[in-house]
């Protein structure tokens, strides 16, 4: 297995990670005529009413990067094959932009996985690298996998059952589902540690303190669904 030992170089020790606007009204000359099945006043979603339910929300607030890797069903699973070692041992952060991945364009096809990165045992190392140009992508993303030692990765499927990963799904919030801001054992407030900041019991965003409606339209706040 020196594909690994060559590819990248550099090794992270893995640390536990714990931790309104407003509408103007328009004026008619004559009264509209009420449409069928038209939701009744009290029952219209109000953009303010988000804000003040996401700052009221009960919770909790998970401080972790987001990751993702890429899943097909119909790879089959192959040390040997760059397709499948792709999708069953590498990942990525959710940010990075596919260019920089420098993955054959059918990739952006396959399914997206996202996860979160739990507690890892002390025999397995989170290993990263730098991709290289290829498939006419510039590369430069920073590509990530775990390994037991330089020669024996640890692919995601285990490192699921190692608890090591755990699984997410991105909630847009909507009328419907409000609900969920009340749910904690269900779903949680996601934050990236390296761009918000938690002091004095104030969120800082680029330095100035930020209230966690103005963080979630920034989509710097996201509302995760976890894997049970």
């Known amino acids: 297995m020196n594909l690994f030992k060559k590819l ?47 700052n009221d929300s009960i919770l909790t607030f998970m401080p972790r990067e987001l990751y993702m890797h890429y899943s097909d069903s119909e790879t089959e699973k192959d040390f040997q094959n760059p397709s ?19 993955l054959p364009e059918f990739f952006q096809t396959m399914n997206q996985r996202l996860f979160v990165i739990n507690e890892a045992p002390e025999y397995i190392n989170l290993v990263s690298g730098k991709a290289m140009p290829w498939f006419g992508m510039p590369g430069g993303g920073e590509k990530f996998f775990f390994r037991y030692d330089e020669s ?32 904690r054992d269900n779903y949680c407030f996601l934050i990236d540690p390296n761009e918000v900041k938690f002091e004095d019991q104030l969120f800082y965003f680029e330095g100035e303190k930020i209230s966690l409606a103005e963080l979630y339209q920034k989509k710097k706040l996201l509302v995760l669904l976890l894997e049970q």
């Open 8 to 54: 990248f170089g550099k090794e992270k020790d893995l640390k536990t990670i714990k931790e309104e606007p407003s509408f103007e009204t328009t004026q008619f000359t004559e009264e509209p005529q009420p449409e069928e099945n038209a939701p009744s006043e009290e029952n219209q979603f109000e953009p303010n009413k988000i804000d003040w339910l996401i």
């Open 152 to 183: 024996t990765p640890v692919t995601l499927e285990e490192a699921h059952k190692l608890n090591i990963i755990k699984y997410v799904e991105v909630i847009e919030l909507n009328f419907d589902n409000l609900s969920v801001l009340n749910d």
């Open 84 to 102: 499948w070692q792709n999708q069953g041992i590498y990942f990525w952060r959710e940010k990075e932009a596919f260019e920089n991945k420098s």
